[in-house]
């Protein structure tokens, strides 16, 4: 949640480390767009899970929203589905890895990521393009490295499922690129990959007039996309 008057808040405020996670992309004449955002305590010591995340989906057959919110030993997660097998629904798990806060353990604090097999909750976008239930899967996580950078891989044991992420070593341990692999409604195996094209750093909150658009020629993104 965030805080209106942050200066009054009360001893409940926990400052975090914030991610959106953006994809869009057309199916022949219809556009997708997708967004997931994960809220992450900077303090991962008392803290040492994502206390938030949330997932939405628009295109033109209808919406979805998908949250998951921690509490004491548990996650309640929400979802609210366009489909009618689907709908809304609701779940509990105890704590266990997300996939969606691992992202974020990258950028804070990659030597604190899992290895090893473990329990896992798939992340958001996967689970809703796959509409499979959301349940908790086991995986083999490993991180490796490869000159100036580290390679982090989720490989799922009951699903042919892999996501690997190539990020930097050092600080500020920028993710360089991704690439995710699962099968398809045929079962035929596909892979979407991204690179890391241009970055800025930007207090992007206080510009959302019309004239910032021309900001948006440095991440080479089209003003009107």
């Known amino acids: 949640v965030k805080l209106d008057n942050p200066e ?34 900077v303090d991962i010591n008392n803290y040492p899970t994502a206390v938030k995340t949330a997932a939405s989906v628009q295109e ?23 489909f009618e097998d689907e709908g809304d629904n609701h779940a509990q ?3 266990c890895i997300l ?15 899992p290895v090893g097999e473990q329990k896992l909750l798939p992340g958001s976008f996967y689970i809703r393009m796959t509409h499979l239930p959301f349940s908790v899967q086991s995986a083999n996580l490993s991180l490796t490295e490869d000159g100036d950078t580290r390679i982090y891989t989720i490989d799922y044991l009951s ?3 892999t996501l690997k992420i190539t ?4 600080f500020p341990y920028t993710i360089r690129g991704w690439g995710e692999t699962f099968p398809g409604f045929d079962g035929k195996l596909l892979t979407t990959t991204a690179t890391l094209n241009k970055t800025i750093m930007s207090d992007y909150w206080v510009h959302h007039s019309n004239a910032d658009r021309a900001m948006r020629q440095q991440l080479d993104i ?3 996309y």
């Open 159 to 161: 699903e042919k499922h």
């Open 222 to 224: 089209p003003e009107n």
């Open 93 to 95: 798990f105890s704590h």
């Open 60 to 82: 033109w057959c209808g919406m979805t929203y998908t949250q998951l919110n921690s509490h004491q030993n548990e996650f309640n997660l929400r979802w609210n589905s366009y």
């Open 99 to 113: 996939e969606d806060e691992l992202w974020s353990l990258i950028r804070m604090a990659p030597d604190r990521l």
């Open 167 to 170: 990020f930097e070593k050092n």
């Open 8 to 41: 009054a808040a009360g001893n409940d405020r926990l400052p975090v480390f914030k991610l959106n996670l953006l994809k869009k992309f057309n199916t022949g004449l219809y556009p997708y767009s997708m967004m997931l955002s994960v809220f992450s305590p």
